[in-house]
């Protein structure tokens, strides 16, 4: 895939050295995980850049399943599904609330991982959040361990306090 991105950036490169203007659109934000980056660190240093901030697949989906996701001193960790289920298990020991990308085939140790941690019940699978025919629900209530690449697992830190159960804080 580099030699994909090598191309790539020599051929807006040439566009840009021509005086042409170019627009590189992406799906999120553009510098979150999104392919964009991958170019811009091979041109930004060449020509004028501006970068618009789009709106992070995590913070759309949190949104689209009003999934209130960190208050006060909580902790946000946001975590590849693609490493190690050691990894991923002891990061998420670590922290208060979860975001897990990149779910795809990784979905069975994902789920193990939050087994371990004692998270999986506050664990909600969202697929293709913010496009057209997303989908989500709890993740102990998905029956398969299929995920599209464009899954992601959102774990609230704050669902635990007393006020989020609604008593008196």
């Known amino acids: ?58 913070s759309g989906c949190w949104s689209a399943t009003g999934t209130p996701i960190v208050q006060g001193d909580d902790v946000l960790t946001v975590l ?12 998420l020991a670590d922290t208060d609330a979860a975001v897990i990308m990149k779910v ?3 979905l069975p140790k994902i789920r193990r991982a939050l087994e371990a941690t004692d998270k999986l019940a506050r664990a909600v699978y969202v ?6 025919g997303g989908a ?16 992601i697992i959102l774990v609230a830190g704050w669902s635990g306090r007393p006020a989020a159960l609604g008593a008196e804080t």
Request: proline share 7%.
């Open 1 to 58: 895939i580099t030699d994909f991105y090598e191309e790539s950036a020599e051929k807006i490169a040439e566009h840009l050295s021509a005086g042409r203007m170019v627009a590189v659109l992406s799906e999120g934000d553009p510098l979150f995980y999104g392919s964009y980056m991958h170019l811009h660190v091979r041109l930004a240093h060449r020509f004028p850049t501006e970068v618009i901030p789009g709106v992070t697949a995590m």
């Open 80 to 91: 590849p599904g693609t490493m190690s289920e050691f990894e991923l298990t002891r990061r």
């Open 104 to 106: 795809g085939r990784n």
């Open 127 to 132: 697929e293709r959040g913010t496009m057209p």
């Open 136 to 151: 989500s629900m709890r993740l102990p209530d998905k029956q398969d361990d299929m995920a599209p690449y464009f899954a």
